[in-house]
């Protein structure tokens, strides 16, 4: 009965998804002329991205960034997939009327001034307009960014904020400022989304259906939450346990402490709830618990590697202290260092200088080039005691060369391949285009290892589940 | 006696520290015409930054990058203050006999095959050649960065590594390609070096040496230290309960498990000993052990900021979601929420709209602009509940004008201001500012809350041991 009730769910909510992550027209209502205006940065950002019909409405304007401005609602030529309304507060509900008589089916509402500073009748009113005749995300969020569709209501203009490239996180935000920082911090570390959901008030799309979305998304390959409290906890707890068997979560939740829980009452006038709760509810339902916002996404771009079948990692470095840190981070995080048959290291040998240090850690030294590094990959992930490899690349020493990224592109298969590279400006050079090559990269042997740990432990979840749900 | 002993052995390196960090002449024993070898890439370094004398040495040339080369040391014009010997390491002795002759009396040795190869007895011979009349560096290490001084004898060129601007921290580390890499990652971040030493094989100045000279240091406010495993167990020991009652010492310990310590074993030759007794030394020391080699530097870097006398933590954020964290954060770190005054937040209300959430975090909501955060502060740190503040500045929102950096330089005074500022590129830009003005900068809620507790840590050891000692 579970089973068919969450399948159920995830179908309705599959057209919600399509007009909210997938819409092939979009209103702006609120759009601006002057460039000040979040309802001019809004436009100007779905202008840059969106590929389909741009209709912005505003009364006073005829044209608008070169498109012709609609007066009003009622006067559009079609009804859009999305409206998007960015006005202030005290005119939302006569728009948001405009849109359920234009059979508009999704809204998302980016004015602030309801709940949050106490209006909690005027998010009634919405609701009550609304009438369950069409989906509303928000009001008080920053909205979707979706690269894939071109998706962009975030109003934070482009130079003060990076958007993510296209990749596999689909990333769902109570706080639609942390949203906002987080995504400027990937877009500069080169880590890739599919998509952004901000739910800011959440008077009807919650983080519930926002999960549902990314369930069916095939973009979406790893879920990254941010939650101060949940609003609909059992249907929370369910939505967890089935999408946990198909793609894995990775749950934030703020509001652990007891000052923490007042911040999040005056935030989002939430209850955080009891943190033993949530953490049992992740450990329930198998949704990996990130215990602070670096390992939110630390964990989350792990997933574009392949799962592991076991948790021996190999370790390859071109610094002998790396790989004495990396040796202590495997183990401090309850991972094991592979034994690798004789053979590997045999075949190695004759490939590498003398000084090169065959076990595990393999040890290349200062002096390798690209070269070594290829004839060390092949050969480590070829060994059955290896499940999974820790490739240290200091890029400072000259003879590495900038070809190390197409080598441990080229490396990569069924074993999940991570990189530790510490390092300023030239490392990053590397590092992103790693990142954007799939290949998950850490600026520490601590934080790469607590990845991979977190990867290994949802494989283990998901062979155990396998059994009773594929 | 033992403090006695303390200052004597203090004073005795003092002559040492000058001649290594800051000498007056410098010659590079195998400077090089060729831009490829590393004695061009040393000398190349030194001409950007040093302002003493620099002699070149190489029978085989008469000029390189413009200045007088010299055949010999033998020929040199005077004594120098220190030597770079950067040749093959057959020739290594022979020059060393030439550099005691001439009366030099400290050697850096760059140049690698030493025992880290098994070439035990080339270092014996060193040693004996040295016959303590002169101090040597190395060998196979990276050297000195001493941006004070302009020394600088790393050579990875610095399109692949950055250089630290000059700043307070002492960095001595065990392994030079790790301590290039955290150089150039701190170069990235606005982090400030005051010295880093590299001391390879240690055949004779160890990390005992180089804590001693940081110790005497000035610029020297807190000092970072890697290591794999003691010299000379029982001085650092000493060495450590002397310093950390005049300056902070952090340390990271590497080889704290089973195959960390057997990576140590191949990589350094050295014992990594058990971990416990090390962490039972940095315990009776006073010395803050870190975890990672981010906490190496996110602990180091505070000490900018001066101690708090306590532990009552203020949070001021621009952004719900962060002031959560920042709570949740400063519990778990062990710290406590300060409980501000009625009156310090009836002073901030008149200059701040009705919707700012007065409380401990301050809310200065998502239009907060630089002055808003000015009143804040400036009521905040008056406060005598508060011993020090973390401060989030989420840049991502247009109302957030780059002069908050000016308004957090202009507010520093008696208790530590930490600030938590998460973004891409813009954000780096105004973090780095703030670093280069004194205020340590963290990407997350967790890291500056974990810097804060090290911070108080110390402080509160500072007070506890001022009444024996000072």
Redesign the interface.
Known sequence: LEKFFLYHEIENKFMDSRLFLRPRSIAVIGASRSP?KLGHVVLAALLRSFKGQIWPVNPNADQILGLRCWPSVKELPKTPDLAIIIIPASGVAEVLSQCVAKGIKAVIILS?GFA??GNVSGERELLKIANKKLRILGPNCIGIYAPYSGVDTIF??P????RPRPGHIGFV??????G???M??A???GIGFAAFVSIGNRIDVDEVDVLSWFASDKNVRAIAL?L?GAKRGRELFTMLKAITRKKPVIALK???????A???A???AALAGEPAIYSGMFAQTGTIEA????QLFDFAKIFSQPLPNGDRIAIIT????????C??????SGLR?AKLEKSTLDSIKPHVPE?V?L???I?LT?DANAQRYAHALSAVLKDPNVDALLVTT?????TLEPEIVDVLTEAQGKKPIVAVC???????AHKNLLESRGIPVY?????AAAALASLIKYAKFKKLKSGFFS
Do not use: C, K
């Open positions: 000040q602030a949050e500073i934070n203009p130079y003060r904020q990076g935000s109570q706080s639609g400022a942390l906002a920082a987080l400027d911090w877009a500069a570390e941010y101060e703020a509001g652990r402490t007891i000052p923490g007042a911040a999040v005056s935030h989002t215990r602070s916002i670096e071109n610094g002998g202290g790396f790989g004495v840190l040796a202590d981070a495997i183990i401090e260092m000084y240090i076990g595990n850690p040890d200062g200091l890029m400072q020493i000259t510490t390092g300023g400006h030239w490392s990053a600026p520490t042997p601590e934080r």
